[in-house]
């Protein structure tokens, strides 16, 4: 099970791999989280955060996506998510989340 890691890529951007379960999601949480504040907070307007490389995906890292969803609308940030994994996707429609990452999902 690879681990999740988070990469700052630039300017208003950030890239998350390795796998987003109920046994990763928690380590990245209280690991990145001064880390994801930090780079939120130095983002401008908006942040783009990066999905290709998440492998397996559960109702953990939607609540680490809320978690930070939440902090960008704090921030007045505008986030976006590109290359989303059907994991998620197939989440967010069963828990009747689809409506909150609407406006957030983009297709790169």
Do not use: Y
Request: with cysteine; charged share 15%.
């Amino acid at each position: 099970m690879p681990q999740p890691m988070f990469k700052n890529t630039g300017q208003g951007t950030a890239e998350l791999s390795g796998d987003l379960t109920l046994h990763t999601v928690a380590a990245l949480a209280s690991e990145g989280d001064a880390d994801i504040q930090n780079v939120v907070q130095n983002a401008g307007t908006t942040w783009q955060l990066d999905l290709q490389h998440v492998g397996r995906f559960s109702s953990a890292g939607v609540a680490l996506l809320l978690g930070w969803l939440r902090l960008c609308t704090t921030g007045n940030i505008t986030m976006s998510v590109i290359n989303v994994p059907t994991d998620m996707r197939g989440i967010l429609s069963v828990c009747d989340l689809d409506s909150v990452f609407e406006p957030v999902i983009t297709d790169a």
